[in-house]
């Protein structure tokens, strides 16, 4: 049982308090309110005290600190209150109890007090929602106040953000909650709306999802996070984070959206340099391009079509002659348009929408399956090149190749040597005489920057000395291990893979990795190159032998072979897939 009486208020210690706030000051506001109406009307509601332990006729306070100081301002001597034996074990439920049932409870009062019954107490969610008699997304919406940044905190307790707006900034990560401090003053929040905080955010930290360029469910472009449709940064998750969101599709996760963002546009642009080479790569400011599109490009041995040698609208002067482009920057990143480069206009037609589009000529096709088989051309160089790579990663652990005493390889070191000991004498006049003097010397392949020259190689062996064989993979490694594929791989190279072959470096694995890429390029290749070949035999067979005077009759009669055509081409397309569509810029793929 409790005893209550009046106490001398400086018999009173504190206790410490479970709630993360500055101690109550007796200048504030609201506790001279509140002396100003204990003076008139006493103390409404006792305090909490229990008995000193080791003071005789002192008292701890439990609960009650506003009351206990407003007393003193109001010039009293005592204060009513409630004095009871409670053991250590309890006072955090009491205080955080009495705190929250009092009816100017501030909301982060809630929010420390719910998380100290988590942690101290090992409350689950549901079990504060039963004891306080609330819903649990009120409880939940609560604790996460406990995410706002010291800064925001701070600024909560003031009051100078309402509640509302405190929960709309508590679901942002901690980086973007600190953009958000950096550009709103304390005096912009009291005029400001909940909703126009959350619009400021959707603005300028969160991501739309519904507006993204790739596909929610797609687990690959950021494995680490996984896809959207599970995410619990999203709006639709599930939460009861987000349960006033009428969206279902808001990111909260502004960088790993971004990431998801890049990853997909460089599978696009991949894609486009691939197979449709009649697609123009427009950039604003190519020199700021990302290294990953940088190398693409340079790899592919593509160009950027600099921004003062096309118009986006119209086709005024010299600019006349339209194309598709992709936006390799800017906010058009990504999307296929048309625009306009130095030639003459086009000829044009309409689709069955009313829909202008650009007539294609057997030129055209031509041209277009002359620029793919360029681009599966370098994409087999590239395979080499990457395979060649891999196999000087693999080649620099093999230490033993640079130390005395590993037994010659036959053919191989002697063949290595002889080519190194001729490619240092190439244009001099020792290595003219050396080939012109010994009869069994090989005749010196031609050059080709994309083709292992083995048989040349092996044929060059001559000498049979240990230490000459290891003088020579030295030489060879130090002079060729470093380089950096410009030129291609030649007979160079062929050394260093040699040396790889013979010291157990797994070529076939490499080989067979690089391969497996390499075939689902061209096979969307092909894919493009059976259509576009199709459409060019229609057209040519569709080629009008003469000019003539054209009848009704003889209209229905183009009419149904017009038909017919565009009937068949469809059954090309549906015949080859997805991957192999007739107009450039219209694959479907990328549109999603």
């Known amino acids: 049982m409790a005893e209550l009486k009046n106490i001398l208020l400086s018999n009173i210690d504190p206790l410490p308090n479970y709630r993360e706030v500055e101690p109550v000051n007796a200048t504030d ?90 942690k101290e107490k090992g409350y689950t969610v549901e079990d504060i929602a039963a004891k306080f008699n609330q819903k649990l997304d009120f409880i939940t919406q609560r604790l996460k106040l406990n995410d706002l940044i010291p800064e925001f905190q701070k600024t909560f307790k003031k009051n100078i953000l309402s509640v509302g707006q405190a929960f709309v900034l508590c679901r942002l990560r901690p980086e973007d909650q600190k953009t958000f401090r950096k550009e709103w003053k304390d005096e912009e929040f009291e005029p400001a709306s909940i909703y126009d905080v959350q619009d400021w955010i959707n603005r300028n930290l969160l991501r739309q999802l519904s507006s993204a360029s790739f596909k929610r469910d797609d687990a690959t472009l950021n494995p680490k996070a996984g896809p959207c449709t599970t995410c619990t940064k999203r709006s639709g998750c599930g939460n009861l984070l987000f349960n006033d969101l009428k969206e279902d599709d808001r990111c909260f996760d502004a960088a790993c959206f971004q990431s998801k963002q890049d990853a997909f546009f460089l599978q696009q642009l991949q894609k486009t340099v691939e197979t449709k080479p009649e697609v123009h790569l427009v950039a604003g400011d190519a020199g700021k391009l990302p290294k990953e599109v940088k190398d693409l490009l340079r790899q592919m041995n593509v160009k950027v079509l600099d921004s003062g040698k096309y118009q986006q609208y119209g086709g005024y002067g010299k600019y006349k002659k339209q194309v598709k482009a992709l936006f390799l920057d800017g906010y058009q990143r990504g999307k296929t348009d048309t625009i306009y480069v130095e030639g003459a206009a086009k000829a044009t037609t309409k689709d069955k929408s009313g829909k202008t589009i650009i007539k294609r000529t057997i030129a055209d096709i031509d041209l277009e399956i002359s620029g793919i088989k360029d681009r599966q051309k370098r994409a087999k160089e590239l395979e080499l090149e990457k395979t060649h790579k891999a196999t000087l990663q693999e080649l620099e652990k093999k230490t033993e190749l640079k130390k005395p005493g590993l037994k010659h390889q036959g053919l191989v070191d002697r063949g290595i040597m002889i080519f190194l000991l001729l490619h240092k004498a190439a244009g001099s006049q020792a290595g003219r005489d050396v080939r012109k003097n010994i009869k069994a010397m090989p005749k010196e392949p031609g050059y080709s920057p994309h083709a292992y020259q083995i048989d040349y190689i092996k044929k060059l062996g001559a000498l049979t000395d240990d230490d000459v064989a290891y003088m020579i993979r030295v030489i060879c490694l130090d002079h060729y291990g470093n380089k950096n594929l410009v030129n291609g791989i030649d007979e160079d190279d062929t050394t260093l893979r040699l040396m790889a072959e ?86 479907p793929e990328d549109a999603e």
Do not use: W
Request: with cysteine; charged share 40%.
């Open 29 to 118: 506001p609201d506790i001279i309110e509140l002396a100003e109406n204990i003076k008139e009307n006493e103390v409404y509601q006792p305090i909490l005290v229990r008995p000193h332990p080791t003071i005789a006729g002192r008292y701890e306070r439990i609960c009650g600190e506003r009351r206990q100081v407003a007393s003193l301002v109001a010039g009293k001597k005592d204060i009513p209150a409630y004095i009871r034996d409670i053991p250590d074990e309890d006072i955090l439920e009491i205080q955080i109890t009495e705190n929250l049932q009092r009816k100017d409870a501030h909301p982060f009062d809630e929010a420390n007090g719910f998380k100290s019954l988590m």
């Open 502 to 587: 013979y010291s157990g470096v797994d070529l076939k694995s490499i080989e067979a990795e690089q391969k497996v890429i390499t075939d689902k390029r061209i096979e969307r290749a092909d894919k493009r190159l059976e259509v576009l070949k199709a459409e060019k035999k229609l057209l040519e067979e569709k080629k009008p032998a003469k000019v003539e005077k054209i009848t009704t009759a003889k209209k229905a009669a183009k009419k149904a072979s017009d038909d017919k055509i565009n009937k068949s081409i469809k059954s090309l397309i549906d015949q080859a897939g997805p991957g192999a569509l007739i107009s450039p810029g219209d694959d």
